[in-house]
Each structure stands twice: as C-alpha cells, then as structure tokens.
C-alpha cells in the first residue's frame, strides 16, 4: 500500500524559510515522478515543484522559482520541499504526490495517481 507522508509544515513570518518532508512508502518510487502541490482556502490545488526520482530533473512553478527547491534523498525514501524568502500568499495546505506516468510535464494534478494528507504552511506578515 502506497504512503505519502508529509511533515515540516508551520507558521513561519514572511521572509523565514521552512523545509517540508514527505516520506514515501509502499514500493519502488525509482521510476516515478514526484510533486509538490498547494491549495489555499478557497482556490484550487496549484502545481508547485517536481522531481523525476531516478535522474533528478526537476520543474518548478513560476511563482516559487528562485525561492523553492525540490530534493530527493534515495536511502531514506524522502522527498523534500526548502522554502525560503517565504511571502504570506504563500499561505496554503501542502500536498506531496507521486505520478507513475513518466511522459509530458506532469504538472497537473490529473496526472498524479497518490496523495499525501498535506501539512498546513501558514506565512505571517
């Protein structure tokens, strides 16, 4: 049974930085892509980064580029999120997801098969 686990979030004031985790589980991610997503109240989920396990390449949203940085660490089955120069409209319910598709962008998500439960990034201002 596939797992995401997602951990990090918080409230943060604007400037600060923070690093969410998600910890996958359940089987082989090496040949899956995995994304980070955000939802704030009221609006639809957003793509925000992603990374293709087995090589690295990653893809980011406009709006977090220069700020974001998406990782991966193979021996511990984790995908991470460094957010830094945080802004208040950054304020959403994160959510880690893996696409087993390897063809296209995958940056919509449609093309996502499993889902974390997300954590909450609340930024101040």
């Known amino acids: 049974q596939v797992q995401l686990v997602e951990s990090g979030g918080g409230l943060v004031q604007a400037g600060g930085s923070l690093r969410l985790s998600c910890a996958a589980s359940?089987?082989?991610?090496?040949?899956?892509?995995m994304g980070w997503f955000r939802q704030a109240p009221g609006k639809e989920r957003e793509f925000v980064a992603r990374?293709?396990?087995?090589?690295?390449?990653?893809s980011y949203a406009d709006f977090v580029k220069g700020r974001f940085t998406i990782s991966r660490d193979n021996a511990k089955n984790t995908v991470y999120l460094q957010m830094n120069s945080l802004k208040p409209e950054d304020t959403a319910v994160y959510y880690c997801?893996?696409?087993?598709?390897?063809?296209?962008?995958?940056?919509?998500?449609?093309?996502?098969?499993?889902w974390g439960q997300g954590t909450q990034v609340t930024v101040s201002s």
């Open positions: 359940g089987r082989t991610f090496s040949g899956y892509v």
């Open positions: 990374i293709r396990w087995s090589v690295g390449t990653t």
């Open positions: 997801a893996a696409a087993s598709t390897v063809w296209g962008a995958i940056t919509t998500k449609y093309e996502y098969d499993y």
